[in-house]
């Protein structure tokens, strides 16, 4: 019968090792590469915060990735069903709700952005950008995010595009689009660092990048870099689990969760190269904030031949990073209600989309007719920002790192981590268990109490 070839069916997974790294890394490269990495270190001090930010990346967000990506492929399910496999009757399938929630919350806002940097390829293209002048490029920022129905629609576009990937699935959407994608994101984020670093006055640029001064590091900061290290690793909220369900077994999860972070790390180095050279060259404030990359961006290329070209260039790699850290949140939500609730990828999709678009208004309007409306002084985009970084994602990774330290144990990590033996990484897995074990739960509580001001370090 039907009913029993649905069940015979085999799970969807991604076909091929390249295509693990692909999804796996375009989930990471996102905005918070370009975006939030460059305009936080901006407001943060530079080197010194991004100091902090990678030490949170080693002891916090990498092991996390570990875990979720080791949960996931034990299990063969989506966030909210894999704890239900692993502790049946308890209450830990809340971690999973929690995380599919924050992944609602974060697309609502992602999108208000992602919707931004679209927009601006065709900005780009059609010259009003094309200036060196500071002046010129705030205005024209200000005044597009400040409307009210094109950022609006562009947001709407953002979701029907992405989720038309998702409805192709996870072979044939996910894995083939990030395997075309992620080369040439690579790519033209070089040429644009080779652009910015030849311009004059790179050097002031990079010294605020590479250069500490740990002054300006406060409790406030430190949870700050940590928000940033799970958000840009896409982990505390089940993406990873997710994405884990969809590894071969063959897959050495350890080895590849450090490539990916290794990678992801790069691509943010890179990023504040292209940005912060430009930001000196041309007199602007490194701490202008979320409209850093919009207003500075543009006189990079504006002063070159084919400038244009180039500034299309890359608006259009920024959509690309947008597009498979996008990709990635849709199927939290949509991976559960096809698995769980069996519906079909079409109905999965088009309910996670409009859904987010309603929310997502509250974020993008939050610019125009709803500044006003505040929560302990945020308006709804700052809200959803800050609730997911600071609070949903590390909460997130601290009880999936309790959990599985402490509830489901080194034997079975180590099977699972090992490929049942068949890798010889015991020293890795040793080192990755003291971490999650002691280390990283540690660490997130301090830092989570600390910059919420409970306690005093
Ligand atoms: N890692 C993405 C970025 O840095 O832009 C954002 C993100 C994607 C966060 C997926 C969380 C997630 F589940």
Same mark, same amino acid.
């Given at each position: ?203 002031? &640029?990079? *010294?605020?990048?590479?250069? #500490?001064?740990?002054?300006? =590091? !406060?409790?406030? %900061?430190?949870?700050?870099? $940590?928000? /940033? ?53 041309? &007199?602007? *404030?490194?701490?202008?904030? #979320?409209?850093?990359?919009? =207003? !500075?961006?543009? %006189?990079?290329?504006?002063? $070159?031949? /084919? ?151």
């Amino acid at each position: 019968s039907i009913v029993q070839k649905e069940q015979h069916k085999p799970r969807e997974g991604f076909a091929t090792s390249l295509g693990v790294i692909t999804a796996t890394l375009g989930s990471a490269v996102g905005l918070g590469n370009i975006w939030k990495f460059p305009y936080m270190t901006g407001e943060n001090g530079g080197a010194a915060f991004i100091l902090v930010y990678l030490l949170c990346v080693i002891l916090v967000g990498l092991p996390v990735m570990i875990s979720e990506l080791i949960i996931g492929r034990t299990t063969q399910a989506n966030a909210i069903t894999a704890f239900k496999r692993l502790a049946p009757n308890r209450p830990w399938y809340l971690v999973g709700v929690s995380g599919t929630a924050a992944s609602f919350l974060i697309m609502a806002f992602y999108t208000t952005v992602a919707g931004w940097v679209f927009s601006y390829i065709f900005k780009a293209a059609s010259g009003v950008i094309s200036t060196t002048d500071p002046e010129v490029t705030t205005q024209v920022f200000k005044t597009s995010m400040s409307a009210v129905w094109s950022p609006l629609l562009w947001q709407w576009f953002v979701l029907l595009f992405t989720g038309s990937i998702i409805m192709l699935g996870v072979t044939k959407g996910i894995e083939r689009i990030t395997k075309t994608l992620m080369p040439i994101l690579f790519l033209l984020l070089l040429i644009c660092v080779i652009r910015a670093l030849t311009l004059p006055g790179a050097s002031e &640029g990079l *010294k605020f990048l590479f250069r #500490p001064d740990f002054s300006k =590091i !406060t409790g406030a %900061t430190i949870l700050t870099a $940590m928000g /940033l290290s799970f958000f840009k690793l896409s982990v505390g909220m089940g993406t990873m689990i997710t994405y884990g369900s969809y590894f071969g077994f063959r897959e050495n999860i350890p080895y590849t969760a450090v490539k990916v972070m290794l990678s992801d790390t790069l691509v943010s180095i890179l990023a504040g190269m292209a940005i912060f050279p430009a930001v000196f060259a041309f &007199g602007f *404030k490194p701490d202008a904030g #979320p409209s850093l990359l919009f =207003i !500075t961006i543009p %006189t990079v290329f504006a002063s $070159m031949p /084919l400038g244009n070209i180039f500034m299309v260039l890359f608006f259009l790699l920024v959509s690309i990073a947008a597009t498979g850290a996008m990709i990635s949140l849709l199927e939290v939500p949509v991976a559960y209600f096809t698995e769980e609730l069996k519906w079909s990828r079409l109905k999965a999709t088009l309910v996670t989309i409009i859904s987010i678009a309603l929310v997502g208004t509250t974020a993008t309007l939050s610019f125009s007719t709803l500044g006003d409306t505040k929560f302990f002084d945020k308006t709804f985009f700052d809200l959803y920002d800050f609730l997911t970084s600071n609070i949903l994602l590390p909460v997130g990774g601290l009880l999936i790192t309790y959990f599985i330290a402490w509830k489901w144990g080194l034997k079975n990590i180590a099977r699972e981590a090992s490929n049942n033996g068949s890798l010889s990484n015991q020293p890795v897995i040793n080192i990755y268990f003291f971490i999650v074990r002691y280390l990283a739960p540690i660490a997130i509580t301090l830092i989570l109490l600390n910059g919420l001001g409970f306690i005093k370090i």
